[in-house]
């Protein structure tokens, strides 16, 4: 046994490796409203326009309550790392729940109260042991659940243009999250040995953020929107666990505290009815996701192999543009039907994109329709199709190179009640 | 207006479609652009630096991150081979465990790796540790050679194959030959200086007009091979500026300040040959042009002002000799029963220890090494020169160096392994990225260089580490 003098360098081998949270805004937080892509800022008849601009919630009346979930089912594949190699790894399959339930009574023919709980942002993906990018991610999982109490007002007309303005507090009911990667930076007599490092984190402080909406309508054939939706500072605290690595750089009991700041948001978007029964809706939608510059991490405990993460991001602002189509089957009575196309800029440059989050920009594509079951009962269902463009890494400033592509197919349930 | 509901219909049909169409385009490696450089057999020169010699050992995980092996994968190189060697050959130095004390953050021992190559041969990795230049053509056969020193050193036999060492006058070059290569990287003379700096002085150096003789004859034998195989040559970084001499020094320095030691006592070389107890200020030490001490002291140090024999007994160890017999040939010059370091008649061992004059010599010798290799070098335009001589000393005299967000600095640890003589994983990708610099603005190429966070740090665990 010798010891040296020296200070050695300090390993940080947690450090060293950028850790990102990524595009991960979900926009399927409705059934119904997700059969025609989301493009129903300038619309809000129904109930979970709480989610998508509170001030359509004023043009309820009565009481309303929908219920629904989403399921998820994205599917990834890598081939790299170039320029060496394009071998082809899968992505884990998963399928991720994501529930919505929403509601709203009328106090006033003018004002309205709602309460909506929905996910709006949300990430998972799964790597293989083993394979050939599992010391940048292995299992990525980020779960955001918020409360949304909004009220809702319809001003005084002008001659006859109807206007309707809402706002809510966001509330964060449940934020977890994930992060689990492989540490491949020892080797012994048989090779590399192969630790993992895995961080738990939930919310330790409930994190509070707003949204504000308005809706113009000049006439029953046109209305015009806009939404606002603010950050939402997570602040996540949980246990980091490390398997088969030396317990005197990686001991057991360290506690990880990371922040995560979701994008500020808006939208804005132009609704019309060219012909009876048919209501054709274009959104645009901003996400301000250069406010990620950073993930940090904070362990509570340090060692010369177990240091802070503080990793740049680099994302930049994103733009999506929902065109949406709405259309009441006469034929059928009580019979809706809907469909819509999106083009979804994804916020990560080239030089941070990594397997925690491939993501790319992608067309999405959706269907669906509602039945009205009785005057009070409604069911809804949607199918959407998600198509990433095939995403080449191939620059020098990403440690892992090569081919990403994802698709997702998603399909949905919900039943809304109005009385 | 029934329309519509059929335009909804066939919405919802044509995403089925879509969902079900596999539409991945097939991807293939490459094209790789190595400019004028053809890249169909590559053949690797060298010594313990080109095999990916690590924390005192040879063995496989360090292997695969060897320069020549990174540089052949971004290059397109299909075919090189290495002697994979499992688990390893050599007197491993390997993480015992990690401490939170800033002054001793890791705590290391020794492993003994005894195995053998995986891979059969020829290799085009010809990286053969301890090798020196002469071993290039085995200019001195005469004398024993290759084969004298393949006794001692059984890394020659590995990588050169018994075919060629049953030869009468076995060589690198008719390795190389025999492959027929299109392109060499040529980095060997290195050791015909560590040894002097490693042993403080007490083991000879080549000598400059040899060097220069021994240099132009080997590349111009590779030249002679085929009319069009061109060569990336390594120069000689100052060795006096590794981890393995720049450790420990100015600790120690300070440990002695802190007890108020103005001087301590070593041996030093005279003319004669002879050794000398001679009186070295504390504040020289550490100091680059002034006294170096090696990392080989680190264990004798702390037993400072104690009567002690232990390094003579270490030695006598080693050897196979009495200690008594070492003591007795410094002629009452040494006596074991003073103070270690302190006492004229205990001093600090020479060849733990690089003072001013044998620094000067190093730094005089090394010139005169890369000279001959520039003016070798500049003759052909098939032979370009990495200044890895340049390019290190600039890393330490700017401390380190940064990419991809990951700074090396030339420390233990960082750019370089445990032994302090030889790069980490990194500090070999750093070596490479240098190569491909060099060939692209030399040969009109477009090689991707690498990612340093792409390569792991590959840090040795002892075995039973907590």
Redesign the interface.
């Known amino acids: 046994?010798?010891?040296?003098?020296?200070?050695?360098?300090?390993?940080a081998?947690f450090a060293?490796?950028?850790v990102r949270a990524s595009g991960f805004a979900l926009y399927e937080a409705s059934v119904r409203i997700t059969g025609m892509m989301g493009a129903y800022v300038a619309n809000g008849h129904d109930v979970s326009t709480i989610f998508f601009n509170p001030a359509g919630l004023a043009q309820l009346s009565g009481f309303h309550l929908s219920v629904g979930a989403a399921f998820i089912a994205p599917r990834d594949?890598f081939?790299g790392?170039?320029?060496?190699?394009?071998n082809e790894y899968m992505m884990k399959k998963q399928t991720f729940f994501v529930p919505d339930a929403y509601a709203s009574y009328s106090l006033t023919p003018k004002l309205s109260l709602g309460l909506g709980m929905y996910a709006p942002y949300g990430l998972g993906t799964k790597w293989k042991p083993g394979w050939v990018g599992s010391?940048f991610a292995l299992n990525t999982n980020l779960q955001v659940m918020v409360l949304n109490p909004v009220v809702s007002y319809r001003l005084p007309d002008i001659g006859p243009v109807k206007t309707y303005i809402g706002g809510g507090v966001v509330i964060g009911i449940k934020g977890d999250a994930t992060l689990s990667r492989e540490v491949?930076?020892?080797?012994?007599?048989?090779?590399?040995?192969t630790g993992t490092v895995s961080l738990d984190g939930s919310q330790e402080k409930t994190p509070v953020g707003y949204n504000l909406g308005i809706i113009i309508r000049p006439s029953d054939m046109l209305s015009f929107g806009f939404t606002y939706r603010s950050q939402l500072k997570l602040k996540l605290r949980g246990n980091a666990e490390f398997t088969n690595l030396?317990?005197?750089?990686f001991p057991s009991g360290v506690v990880g505290s990371l922040n995560i700041t979701t994008p500020a948001n808006w939208a804005a978007g132009v609704n019309v009815h060219p012909?009876?029964?048919?209501s054709v809706e274009f959104d645009y939608v901003w996400y301000g996701w250069s406010s990620f510059d950073s993930l940090n991490v904070h362990f509570d405990m340090?060692?010369?192999?177990l240091q802070d993460i503080n990793s740049?991001r680099l994302y930049h602002n994103t733009s999506q543009y929902r065109l949406g189509a709405e259309?009441n089957?006469?034929?059928v009575t009580g019979l809706t039907?809907?469909?819509g196309i999106t083009y979804d800029q994804n916020p990560i440059p080239d030089k941070t994109l990594d397997p925690i989050l491939p993501d790319a920009d992608r067309w999405d594509?959706?269907?669906g329709f509602s039945y009205q079951v009785t005057p009070q009962v409604s069911f809804d269902a949607f199918?959407?199709?998600i198509?990433a463009k095939?995403r080449k890494i191939?620059t020098?400033?990403?440690?892992?190179?090569g081919?990403y592509?994802t698709?997702a197919?998603l399909f949905g349930a919900a039943l809304s009640f109005s009385f | 207006?029934?329309r519509?509901?059929t335009?909804?219909?066939a919405?919802?049909i044509?995403?089925l479609a879509?969902?079900s169409c596999e539409d991945?385009?097939k991807?293939?490696?490459?094209p790789?652009n190595t400019g004028s450089i053809d890249v169909s057999k590559y053949i690797s020169v060298g010594n313990s630096l080109a095999a990916g010699y690590q924390s005192g050992a040879l063995?496989?995980?360090?292997e695969m991150y060897s320069f020549p092996n990174l540089l052949a994968?971004?290059m397109?190189v299909k075919d090189f081979k290495q002697p994979m060697i499992?688990?390893?050959i050599g007197d491993q130095i390997?993480?015992?465990?990690?401490?939170?004390d800033?002054?001793?953050?890791?705590?290391?021992?020794?492993?003994q790796?005894v195995g053998q190559p995986t891979v059969t041969g020829p290799y085009q990795n010809l990286g053969i540790p301890g090798a020196i230049l002469a071993d290039y053509l085995n200019a001195d056969a005469q004398t024993g050679g290759i084969k004298e020193r393949a006794k001692a050193n059984p890394f020659y036999g590995i990588v050169l194959g018994s075919a060629e060492m049953s030869k009468p006058v076995p060589s690198i070059q008719d390795v190389v030959a025999s492959q027929n290569p299109t392109f060499v990287t040529f980095w060997l003379g290195n050791n015909d200086a560590l040894g002097y700096v490693t042993s403080g002085g007490t083991l000879p150096m080549n000598t400059v007009p040899v060097f220069t003789q021994l240099y132009g004859a080997s590349i111009n034998s590779i030249l002679g091979i085929n009319s069009t195989v061109k060569i990336v040559a390594g120069n000689i970084p100052n060795v006096a500026d590794i981890?393995f001499a720049t450790?420990?020094g100015p600790?120690?320095k300070a440990q002695l300040q802190q007890a108020g030691v103005a001087g301590i006592y070593y041996f030093k070389t005279q003319s004669n040959g002879s050794e000398q107890a001679t009186v070295m200020p504390a504040t020289s030490i550490g100091n680059p042009t002034q006294a170096l001490i090696l990392l080989t002291a680190?264990?004798y140090?702390p037993l400072i002002g104690q009567p002690t024999g232990k390094y003579w007994r270490d030695i006598a160890a080693q050897k196979g000799v009495p200690v008594s017999a070492i003591i007795q040939s410094y002629g009452g010059a040494l006596d074991t029963t003073k103070p270690f370091i302190v006492s004229p008649q205990n001093p600090l061992p020479n060849s733990l220890i690089l003072d001013s004059d044998e620094i000067t010599n190093a730094q005089t010798t090394i010139d005169g090494f890369n000279n001959a290799i520039k003016t070798v070098v500049g003759s052909s335009d098939r032979v370009a020169l990495l200044d890895i001589n340049s390019i290190f000393n600039n890393i330490v005299t700017t401390g380190g160096i940064t990419e991809?967000?990951?700074t090396l600095?030339p420390?233990?640890?960082?750019l370089f392994s445990f032994d302090g003589v030889h790069p980490t994983n990194r500090g070999y990708a750093v070596v490479t990225n240098e190569i491909i610099k060099l060939i692209n603005n030399t040969y009109g190429a477009n090689i991707?260089?690498?990612?340093?966070?792409?390569i792991?740090?590959?840090?040795?665990?002892?075995?039973g580490?907590?």
Not at chain 2, 448 to 454: C, D, F, G, M, T
Not at chain 2, 456 to 463: H, V, Y
């Open positions: 046994m010798r010891k040296y003098f020296t200070i050695i360098c300090l390993l081998v060293v490796h950028k594949k081939r790392p170039l320029p060496y190699s394009v010391r491949t930076d020892f080797v012994d007599k048989t090779g590399t040995v030396p317990a005197s750089g012909v009876r029964n048919l340090h060692t010369p192999a740049p259309y089957v006469e034929k039907v809907r469909g594509f959706s269907c199918y959407m199709f198509r095939e191939d020098p400033e990403n440690p892992l190179d081919y592509n698709k197919n | 207006m029934k519509f509901s335009y909804f219909l919405f919802a044509m995403l879509f969902n991945y385009s991807h293939t490696v490459g790789f063995y496989e995980a360090a994968r971004q397109g499992s688990p390893g390997a993480i015992q465990k990690f401490t939170i800033p002054q001793n953050p890791i705590i290391v021992t020794q492993q790796l981890p450790t420990v600790i120690f680190q264990n140090l991809d967000g990951i600095t420390t233990i640890g960082s991707q260089r690498i990612n340093l966070e792409s792991p740090e590959g840090f040795p665990l002892a075995a580490a907590n």
